[in-house]
């Protein structure tokens, strides 16, 4: 079996992760990507384009390892754009067998939480990751 067909058997299954994890949070829009934003899963609302969401994880992603490699900064836990409507895009950087992942979510409301679902994704995630 190639790593091509094994990626696609597993990118709908990761999907169904992101799915629930927006249906418990009401988050409209989660992608799962590679470290240089290339997404792997997705699950949004009908007017969310997660292919542009990949593309922003891409450059926060690039962002965050110039700071790391100019600050001395260890690994990224969590990075967090904020917008003056209060909803934000968290980027959860995160390893499964060795391959560097981004788990980035909208989050609609300020005070909303969201951190014990990402971690709960993640986990799933990890345990689920086949290559």
Known sequence: ???????????SELSKV??????KGNFPIAVLTDREGFPIASAAAENHDP???AAVVAMIQKVTAQARAQLGMSLTDEITLNDKDG?????RPFE???HDLVLAV???QKDQSYRRLTNQAVAVIQRKWRF
């Open 106 to 108: 909208v989050v609609p």
């Open 1 to 11: 079996m190639s790593q091509t067909s094994i990626f696609n058997a597993s990118s």
């Open 87 to 91: 909803r934000k895009l968290v980027c």
């Open 96 to 98: 499964a067998n060795n």
């Open 51 to 53: 292919a542009l969401q």
């Open 18 to 23: 992101l799915e629930e994890m927006n249906q």
